[in-house]
Protein backbone atom coordinates (compact mmCIF):
# COMPACT_ATOMS: atom_id res chain seq x y z
CA UNK A 1 0.00 0.00 0.00
CA UNK A 2 0.95 3.62 -0.73
CA UNK A 3 2.37 5.17 2.45
CA UNK A 4 1.77 8.94 0.61
CA UNK A 5 -1.09 9.23 -1.82
CA UNK A 6 -1.77 12.32 -3.64
CA UNK A 7 -4.83 11.35 -5.83
CA UNK A 8 -4.84 15.18 -7.43
CA UNK A 9 -1.84 15.19 -9.95
CA UNK A 10 -3.44 18.58 -11.46
CA UNK A 11 -5.30 21.09 -10.41
CA UNK A 12 -6.10 24.92 -11.76
CA UNK A 13 -6.39 27.65 -9.54
CA UNK A 14 -7.75 31.51 -9.82
CA UNK A 15 -5.70 33.96 -8.56
CA UNK A 16 -6.32 35.37 -5.11
CA UNK A 17 -8.54 32.31 -4.60
CA UNK A 18 -7.66 29.54 -1.98
CA UNK A 19 -6.97 25.88 -2.66
CA UNK A 20 -6.87 22.73 -1.05
CA UNK A 21 -4.06 20.29 -1.93
CA UNK A 22 -4.84 16.43 -0.70
CA UNK A 23 -2.93 14.50 0.84
CA UNK A 24 -3.89 10.95 2.68
CA UNK A 25 -1.18 8.59 4.78
CA UNK A 26 -0.99 5.21 5.84
CA UNK A 27 0.88 4.35 8.88
CA UNK A 28 0.69 2.25 12.37
CA UNK A 29 3.10 4.14 14.21
CA UNK A 30 1.51 6.22 16.78
CA UNK A 31 4.33 8.87 16.08
CA UNK A 32 5.15 10.68 13.05
CA UNK A 33 5.30 13.99 10.92
CA UNK A 34 4.05 15.01 7.92
CA UNK A 35 5.70 17.36 5.85
CA UNK A 36 4.98 19.54 2.49
CA UNK A 37 7.33 20.75 -0.28
CA UNK A 38 7.14 23.05 -3.41
CA UNK A 39 9.05 22.61 -6.56
CA UNK A 40 8.87 25.22 -8.73
CA UNK A 41 10.02 24.67 -12.37
CA UNK A 42 13.57 25.35 -11.16
CA UNK A 43 13.71 22.11 -9.33
CA UNK A 44 14.69 23.09 -6.08
CA UNK A 45 12.11 21.60 -3.43
CA UNK A 46 11.18 24.22 -0.61
CA UNK A 47 10.05 23.05 3.01
CA UNK A 48 6.75 25.10 3.26
CA UNK A 49 4.87 23.36 6.15
CA UNK A 50 5.05 20.69 9.24
CA UNK A 51 2.62 18.85 11.19
CA UNK A 52 3.51 16.54 13.93
CA UNK A 53 1.15 13.33 14.99
CA UNK A 54 0.72 15.00 18.62
CA UNK A 55 0.05 18.30 17.74
CA UNK A 56 -3.30 19.36 18.60
CA UNK A 57 -3.21 22.72 16.07
CA UNK A 58 -2.98 22.52 12.57
CA UNK A 59 0.21 24.13 11.35
CA UNK A 60 0.00 27.40 9.79
CA UNK A 61 3.05 29.09 7.99
CA UNK A 62 2.01 32.29 6.24
CA UNK A 63 -0.88 32.15 3.60
CA UNK A 64 0.14 27.93 4.30
CA UNK A 65 -1.98 25.82 6.70
CA UNK A 66 -2.43 22.24 6.98
CA UNK A 67 -5.83 20.63 7.38
CA UNK A 68 -4.99 17.66 9.87
CA UNK A 69 -7.37 14.96 10.86
CA UNK A 70 -5.95 12.43 12.24
CA UNK A 71 -8.38 9.62 12.37
CA UNK A 72 -9.21 10.26 8.67
CA UNK A 73 -5.28 10.07 8.26
CA UNK A 74 -5.25 12.98 6.49
CA UNK A 75 -2.94 16.37 5.90
CA UNK A 76 -4.37 18.81 2.83
CA UNK A 77 -2.38 21.36 2.14
CA UNK A 78 -4.68 24.63 2.01
CA UNK A 79 -2.76 28.05 0.24
CA UNK A 80 -4.92 31.38 1.21
CA UNK A 81 -5.03 33.77 -1.69
CA UNK A 82 -3.16 32.26 -4.94
CA UNK A 83 -0.06 34.08 -6.57
CA UNK A 84 0.91 33.47 -9.57
CA UNK A 85 4.09 32.01 -8.28
CA UNK A 86 2.22 29.76 -6.56
CA UNK A 87 2.40 27.82 -9.56
CA UNK A 88 4.75 24.99 -8.80
CA UNK A 89 4.71 20.43 -8.25
CA UNK A 90 3.33 20.08 -4.23
CA UNK A 91 4.80 16.98 -2.63
CA UNK A 92 3.32 15.53 0.89
CA UNK A 93 6.04 13.71 2.84
CA UNK A 94 5.71 11.97 6.47
CA UNK A 95 8.15 10.45 8.36
CA UNK A 96 7.72 7.83 10.71
CA UNK A 97 8.93 6.72 14.18
CA UNK A 98 10.77 7.59 16.98
CA UNK A 99 14.24 7.17 16.63
CA UNK A 100 16.76 5.17 14.88
CA UNK A 101 17.76 5.16 11.24
CA UNK A 102 14.31 4.70 9.93
CA UNK A 103 13.32 7.70 11.54
CA UNK A 104 15.34 9.55 9.56
CA UNK A 105 14.03 8.27 5.94
CA UNK A 106 11.18 10.54 4.29
CA UNK A 107 8.19 8.87 1.81
CA UNK A 108 7.10 11.27 -0.25
CA UNK A 109 3.74 11.19 -2.55
CA UNK A 110 3.97 11.57 -6.23
CA UNK A 111 2.90 15.25 -6.41
CA UNK A 112 0.28 17.54 -7.35
CA UNK A 113 0.87 19.79 -10.00
CA UNK A 114 -0.77 23.26 -9.34
CA UNK A 115 -1.55 25.93 -12.09
CA UNK A 116 -2.73 29.33 -11.25
CA UNK A 117 -4.70 31.19 -13.22
CA UNK A 118 -4.21 35.13 -13.60
CA UNK B 1 20.38 30.42 5.59
CA UNK B 2 21.20 26.45 4.62
CA UNK B 3 22.83 25.70 1.34
CA UNK B 4 22.42 22.29 -0.29
CA UNK B 5 24.81 22.59 -3.66
CA UNK B 6 24.77 20.26 -6.74
CA UNK B 7 27.83 19.86 -8.77
CA UNK B 8 25.86 19.67 -11.98
CA UNK B 9 22.44 20.95 -13.07
CA UNK B 10 22.65 19.04 -16.27
CA UNK B 11 24.65 16.56 -17.54
CA UNK B 12 25.23 14.12 -20.53
CA UNK B 13 26.89 11.10 -20.27
CA UNK B 14 27.14 8.07 -22.27
CA UNK B 15 25.86 4.37 -21.62
CA UNK B 16 28.59 2.44 -19.48
CA UNK B 17 29.65 5.89 -18.34
CA UNK B 18 30.93 6.04 -14.70
CA UNK B 19 29.14 9.09 -13.39
CA UNK B 20 29.98 11.06 -10.20
CA UNK B 21 27.06 13.11 -8.44
CA UNK B 22 28.63 15.76 -5.79
CA UNK B 23 26.49 17.37 -3.36
CA UNK B 24 27.80 19.98 -0.33
CA UNK B 25 26.06 21.02 2.59
CA UNK B 26 26.93 24.09 4.35
CA UNK B 27 24.71 23.38 7.64
CA UNK B 28 27.16 20.83 9.80
CA UNK B 29 24.27 18.84 9.52
CA UNK B 30 25.22 14.77 9.93
CA UNK B 31 22.42 13.28 7.90
CA UNK B 32 22.39 13.53 3.60
CA UNK B 33 20.02 12.04 1.31
CA UNK B 34 20.17 11.17 -2.40
CA UNK B 35 16.82 10.98 -4.01
CA UNK B 36 15.81 10.17 -7.93
CA UNK B 37 12.51 12.07 -9.06
CA UNK B 38 10.29 10.69 -11.98
CA UNK B 39 6.83 11.67 -13.48
CA UNK B 40 4.60 10.02 -11.64
CA UNK B 41 6.55 8.16 -9.50
CA UNK B 42 7.64 11.56 -6.86
CA UNK B 43 11.00 11.13 -4.86
CA UNK B 44 12.20 8.16 -4.52
CA UNK B 45 15.56 7.44 -1.74
CA UNK B 46 18.56 5.86 -2.98
CA UNK B 47 20.64 5.81 -0.19
CA UNK B 48 21.50 7.89 2.58
CA UNK B 49 24.20 8.56 4.83
CA UNK B 50 23.93 9.34 8.64
CA UNK B 51 27.85 9.89 9.74
CA UNK B 52 30.83 10.00 7.87
CA UNK B 53 31.54 7.16 6.16
CA UNK B 54 28.28 5.32 7.00
CA UNK B 55 25.21 4.51 4.46
CA UNK B 56 22.70 2.93 4.25
CA UNK B 57 20.43 1.69 1.54
CA UNK B 58 17.56 3.21 0.06
CA UNK B 59 14.44 2.07 -1.67
CA UNK B 60 15.94 1.40 -4.95
CA UNK B 61 19.87 0.98 -4.51
CA UNK B 62 20.33 -0.94 -7.41
CA UNK B 63 23.00 0.58 -10.13
CA UNK B 64 24.25 2.93 -7.69
CA UNK B 65 26.77 3.55 -4.41
CA UNK B 66 27.53 6.60 -2.56
CA UNK B 67 30.60 8.14 -0.29
CA UNK B 68 30.75 10.09 2.08
CA UNK B 69 34.55 11.23 3.13
CA UNK B 70 33.78 14.43 4.71
CA UNK B 71 30.20 15.43 6.66
CA UNK B 72 29.68 18.04 4.36
CA UNK B 73 30.23 15.92 1.18
CA UNK B 74 27.95 13.03 -0.30
CA UNK B 75 28.65 11.55 -3.55
CA UNK B 76 26.70 9.44 -5.68
CA UNK B 77 28.26 6.84 -8.09
CA UNK B 78 26.82 5.31 -10.80
CA UNK B 79 29.41 2.56 -12.11
CA UNK B 80 28.65 1.95 -15.27
CA UNK B 81 25.29 4.50 -16.39
CA UNK B 82 22.47 2.92 -17.87
CA UNK B 83 19.63 4.58 -20.31
CA UNK B 84 16.84 3.70 -17.13
CA UNK B 85 19.35 5.75 -14.72
CA UNK B 86 18.26 9.18 -16.93
CA UNK B 87 16.46 10.92 -14.74
CA UNK B 88 16.26 14.07 -12.10
CA UNK B 89 18.84 13.28 -9.05
CA UNK B 90 18.04 15.68 -5.71
CA UNK B 91 20.31 15.97 -2.64
CA UNK B 92 19.42 16.56 0.79
CA UNK B 93 20.58 17.17 3.94
CA UNK B 94 19.30 16.93 7.49
CA UNK B 95 20.40 17.10 10.99
CA UNK B 96 20.17 13.46 12.88
CA UNK B 97 17.53 13.93 15.71
CA UNK B 98 14.35 16.45 16.22
CA UNK B 99 11.24 15.53 15.49
CA UNK B 100 10.66 18.20 13.26
CA UNK B 101 13.94 17.32 11.32
CA UNK B 102 13.41 19.18 7.89
CA UNK B 103 15.00 17.98 5.07
CA UNK B 104 16.63 20.77 2.66
CA UNK B 105 17.31 20.13 -1.07
CA UNK B 106 19.86 20.91 -3.23
CA UNK B 107 18.50 22.13 -7.06
CA UNK B 108 18.86 19.13 -8.78
CA UNK B 109 20.80 17.69 -11.44
CA UNK B 110 18.83 16.34 -14.54
CA UNK B 111 21.15 13.90 -16.19
CA UNK B 112 20.88 11.92 -19.66
CA UNK B 113 21.87 8.53 -20.26
CA UNK B 114 22.61 8.16 -24.21
Known amino acids: AQKITQTQPGMFVQEKEAVTLDCTYDTSDQSYGLFWYKQPSSGEMIFLIY??????QNATEGRYSLNFQKARKSANLVISASQLGDSAMYFCAMREGLGGLGYQKVTFGTGTKLQVIP | DVKVTQSSRYLVKRTGEKVFLECVQDMDHENMFWYRQDPGLGLRLIYF???????EKGDIPEGYSVSREKKERFSLILESASTNQTSMYLC?????????????FGAGTRLSVL
Open chain 2, 92 to 104: ASSVRWGAKNIQY
Open chain 1, 51 to 56: QGSYDE
Open chain 2, 49 to 55: SYDVKMK
